[in-house]
């Protein structure tokens, strides 16, 4: 019924993170997406011959895949939308950063390579660094507490 209501009206479909713009960047899903990608290539090296490891290999392939996407549609926002104008000569490598990321999620849909997924997560996790940092906020470096067990950015909140 609501749709039916809307298309009375002229209203364009949109879909944004975010054109307002609402001000609210933060890395963690981009690094989270990162480090799924490095779970799931590290999944699919562990499985084995069955029918249910085939059926779970087609799963973690396709998720991978959505994942390492997600990532670079994460970074190109903060990218594209955050670093802008005194950031931009602040932060001169933010270009490269991020273009590096668009290659390494490429890599990543492509391959099932762990070292890939594990290029993957440091990149975001540099890429981490230097937005908290233009931010003012101190980050550190730490294993996370889940699978797959790598060292991640977080900030020093409070």
Request: net charge negative; proline share 4%.
């Amino acid at each position: 019924m609501l749709h039916q209501l809307l298309n009375k009206f002229d209203v364009e479909t949109v879909s944004a993170h975010c054109d307002v713009p609402c001000g609210i960047y933060d890395t963690t899903p981009a690094q989270i997406y990162a480090l799924s990608v490095l779970r799931f290539c590290k999944q699919v090296d562990e499985l084995g011959e069955d029918k249910e490891d085939h059926a779970k290999f087609s799963r973690l392939v396709s998720e991978k895949e959505v994942h390492a996407e997600k990532v670079k549609h994460e970074i190109r926002i903060i990218w594209g939308d955050y670093f802008k104008g005194d950031l931009l000569t602040k932060y001169s490598d933010i270009h490269e950063q991020a273009h590096n990321i668009m290659l390494a999620g490429s890599a990543c849909k492509q391959s099932l390579s762990v070292a890939n997924a594990e290029k993957l997560v440091e990149l975001v996790n540099k890429f981490a660094e230097t937005f908290w940092d233009s931010k003012g906020v101190e980050t550190y470096r730490a294993v996370c507490p889940y699978p797959p067990a790598v060292e991640t950015v977080y900030p020093k909140l409070g």
